[in-house]
């Protein structure tokens, strides 16, 4: 996610199987798997292994959407429960493997009880017939309210806003999406047709409709699912490799979009040219017409707002490098997902770098990084350090996306570079993108492949620069200052 300004939680509960004939089983309560900045979100007992997802929308974007969700999951405990979060839906019934289950609301869990316990290692699916509601709150995230339709901005935790899931990145899984919208929409969704859209005659008086198939290749987390409902454009072009490029735009916006569009093949070859290929079957540009104060890397087909494009004042180079940096995230924060929130720095530090390194003929990178070594103090200060950010207080929504990630992130990695020189830092970004592809990896995971590669122990730098309240003298520049925060004395 790139704020212009910053921005779910729901599927399966672990409890303790201990069987005692007779016994009452507890409350179902809500759970979560511990994260520090998310403690309740996600759910612990269980791997999603696959998401089947279908909604039907009416045209009407203020009414709920009719939905079933399917997971197949495997169970990594003995559960008796199993909690799916979710919020903001009306549910109407649960299966669990093609027997009728009961369920219960509690917080923003789907607490699903079945006949009989689930065994550690067994797999098993859950059906849940529901409504996806996109009215409403919508500060937190989930459904995006366009002019003429829907798109989905689930990050960091609205995947669950959406439809039924363990919305945590550290559980992806593989996505299919069916979606049946008038036959006026266009609807498109992460990764590629998985059958031609299909239509279906409405009965006497009803509109006719067209049904809608899209699967990922590949995992994905939660946060980063995108469907796009609307009056739309899909204009098509060969990225590199013969990689298959599809842009979502509004139709009546398409030809004065497209010389943004064509932009993207040349940005796909910049990025592969210094991290490797592009990890996923497709990519795009989705152009919402909506106000969301974000653009957002949903996976495969990356969310921007029309006035980003359209309202005008910003210059070309600096669109350029917001279009990269949503780009980046494809291998750093997609590809590679973070295990915890508190990784996060991994995502969005290397995304700005990315497009800091991009933009760097017109706005120079060291002068960049000097601006940002100047504020970091205060951004530590504010928000923590890169890799230690700090909990909301008690009650409180938490907004993660705050200075230190972004640009006080990437001075960490630009600290790395002037500390073991540009050849090894290049061949850190390449390998960690290799080695964590489609998987999850942790700061702890960085700090060693990266010791690997420059052949020393880096984990006393990584300590100072990652989680020290003050930021560490720069290598190589020790005239560098940092502002000090508000009543810690002087500058440094």
């Known amino acids: ?56 929308y009416s045209g009407d974007n203020t009414k709920p959407l009719d939905a079933v969700t399917t ?3 495997r169970a990594t405990a003995p559960l008796e429960h199993l909690n799916l979060d979710f919020a903001h839906g009306t549910v109407k019934s649960v299966d669990m493997d093609g027997a009728r ?18 065994r550690e290692g067994a797999r098993t699916v859950i059906t849940v017939r529901h409504t996806s509601n996109p009215v409403g709150d919508t500060s937190d ?33 593989l996505f299919t999406f069916r979606v049946t919208a008038p036959k006026d929409r266009t609807v498109v969704a992460n990764g590629l047709p998985s059958a031609a859209p299909r239509q279906i005659k409405g009965r006497k008086g009803a509109q006719d409709t067209v049904s809608w198939t899209y699967r990922s290749g590949h995992p994905m987390a939660t946060e980063l699912a995108q469907v ?35 932009k993207t093949p040349a940005h796909l070859k910049w990025m592969e040219d210094r991290v490797g290929r592009y990890p996923f079957e497709t990519y795009g540009v989705l ?35 917001i279009m990269v940096h949503e780009l980046a995230h494809h291998w750093f924060g997609n590809s590679v997902s973070p295990r915890s929130w508190s990784d996060l720095w991994l995502n969005e530090g290397h995304a700005t770098w990315y497009e800091a390194l991009y933009a760097a003929k017109q706005r120079p990178l060291e002068a960049r990084m000097k601006a940002a070594y100047s504020s970091s103090d205060a951004w530590r200060q504010e928000g923590g350090a890169p890799a230690a950010p700090k909990p909301s207080e008690p009650g409180q929504k938490i907004s993660i996306f705050r200075p ?40 702890a995971d960085f700090v060693e492949l990266a010791s ?41």
Not at 142 to 171: I, K
Request: hydrophobic share 40%.
């Open 71 to 73: 997971i197949e999951a």
């Open 228 to 262: 796009s409902i609307g009056r739309s454009a899909v204009p098509r072009r060969t990225g590199p490799h013969g990689l298959p490029v599809r842009d979502v735009v509004p139709a009546a916006d398409a030809q004065r979009l497209e010389p943004w569009l064509r």
């Open 1 to 56: 996610m790139l704020p212009t300004s910053p921005r779910l939680r729901a599927v399966v509960l672990a409890a303790a199987s201990v069987s005692l004939v007779g016994a009452v089983l507890p409350a179902p309560v809500p759970l979560g798997i511990g994260d520090p900045l998310f403690p309740h979100l996600g759910n612990p007992g269980y791997d999603v292994l696959s998401y089947d997802i279908g909604f039907t």
């Open 287 to 321: 152009v919402a017409d909506a106000n969301t104060g974000f653009e957002l890397e949903t996976q495969t087909l990356s969310l921007f707002e029309r006035s980003l494009f359209t309202a005008g004042g910003y210059p070309e180079w600096y669109v350029d490098s």
């Open 141 to 173: 995230g989930g459904w995006v309210r366009t002019t003429d339709g829907l798109a989905l901005a689930a990050q960091a935790d609205a995947a669950h806003r959406v439809f039924p899931c363990n919305d945590h990145p550290s559980d992806k899984a």
């Open 101 to 118: 289950a009961e369920f219960a609301r509690t917080g923003e869990d789907l607490v699903v009880t079945p006949e009989s316990s689930v």
């Open 452 to 492: 690997d590669v420059a052949g020393r122990d880096l984990s006393g730098f990584f300590q100072e620069w990652l989680y020290g309240q003050r930021t560490p003298p720069m290598p190589g520049h020790p005239d560098w200052r940092s502002a000090a925060p508000r009543g810690s004395g002087n500058p440094r």
């Open 404 to 443: 230190v990630v972004y640009d006080g992130s990437a001075l960490v990695l630009y600290a790395l570079r002037q500390e073991i020189g540009e050849s090894a830092f290049d061949r850190i970004e390449r390998r960690w993108v290799q080695t964590h592809r489609d998987s999850v990896a942790t700061t």
